[in-house]
């Protein structure tokens, strides 16, 4: 189950659930601990989301890392807004072949146009695999 600000936009908790965060969340396996504008959580399987090699997918990372960052700032943003991802990148640290990451997304700016946060991605064992820094421009829907 999902934790929500008690003063989220009903409207945007009516879409998350409705959607599961996107149709590409959904086939990841990605699943919502804890959002927030300040700090989200979710977890993603390994299985399903490998490279030719067996190790999880330095694009599933980011994928993980952006719906964190997205939702967030949509959090942020408010209603009647939308964030819109402007740039995003990643540093890779470690791999991880079996089991489940975590996503921990972290604010580092939170503003009236931008918002930009940072998601560290970590194994079962809580080390660190990858750091992925997002901002999102915020603009009316």
Known sequence: MTTFP???DPELIERLVASGGGELTRKMGIEFVELSAERSVATMPVVGNTQVVGILHGGAHVVLG????????AIHAGP???AVGIEINASHSRSVSS???TGTCTALSLGRTLATHEIVIRDEEGRRLSTVRMTNFLREA
């Open 66 to 73: 952006e719906s964190l960052g997205s939702i967030s700032a």
């Open 99 to 101: 089991g489940l990451v």
């Open 6 to 8: 008690a003063d989220l």
């Open 80 to 82: 009647g807004r939308i």
